[in-house]
């Protein structure tokens, strides 16, 4: 084995180390306690992202007047469902969804990362900020998208919704074909964090 | 807007030079030691035994002196390492632990060393 493998090793069991000693002796004076570190990131793991926005998205699928009610009122709708609460309160009070259609293609940009649809998307993805990205987008969308490897034909109509303060975008990616035997669970696990910015589509497993 | 400390405290790291690692709309974690690492020193954020700006500055401050040690071959980088440095300086200079303890039971395998 080489070095530079070892290194690596050596490091995993060393930090390992570290952070037990310092979860042991914050334990010990009764700073935390061995739930703590489950308990907030609890947050991330359950509570907030994507795996939210795939249960609303595979709903929409499954019951197209639910769909059309999730288009009309988004937070009303959002709120029918059993979701984690402040998804349509609070940080997603001014949810909107867009919903792609054969001929429409929509794609969510935003200047702000506090303005990300968070509860339903998760946190962004690293270029998701960067101000090249967010002015392309908006200035050539198909070209951006091209580059996702998604090149969306001419006849199919592009929108581009810059999320802000006032209102948070996600997508409702078309239901992809050959997924009619799915049930709805199956069909959350086809809705992708990127397909709900619509940098990508959803696809079938 | 951002109610909840966890949301606004990683909100704000996003597009800075210590921006986490994520992966499909999640903290990105390659072990346990690293899920630790964060959820420890979020967690004493949260409940006020530091705030979270300084031991970001803290990072800011590790990762820089890494980028400067290591000007052209970034191999061995990994983000958590820098964060378990910052959290260790973060909860000595806090006072919530003293070197001496932590090297203590650190043992002599290794070295728990903040700067």
Known sequence: MSERFKYREDREAHNAARVRALEALLIKKGIITDRTVDTVLEYFETKMGPFNGAKIVARAWVDPDFKRRLIEDTPKAIAELDLPDGMAGAEGEHMRAVANAPGIHNLIICTLCSCYPWPVLGLPPYWYKDPTFRSRAAREPRAVLAEFGLPISEEVEVKVWDSSAQIRWFVVPERPAGTESLSEMELEALVTPEAMMGVAVAKAA | ?115
């Open chain 2, 1 to 115: 807007m951002l109610t909840q400390f966890e949301h606004f405290a990683v909100a704000e790291m996003l597009g800075k030079p210590d921006s986490p690692p994520r992966a499909n709309g999640t903290l990105c974690f390659g072990s346990e030691w690293e899920r630790t690492s964060f959820g420890i020193a979020l967690a004493l954020a949260k409940e006020g035994y530091f705030e979270w700006d300084d031991f970001r500055d803290e990072l800011i401050a590790s990762i820089g002196k890494w980028e400067g040690d290591h000007p052209s071959d970034h191999s061995s980088w990994n983000y958590y390492d820098q964060f378990l440095t910052a959290l260790e300086s973060a909860v000595v200079k806090t006072n919530l632990l003293a070197i001496s303890e932590i090297r203590e039971l650190f043992g002599v395998s290794g070295q728990a060393n903040p700067q």
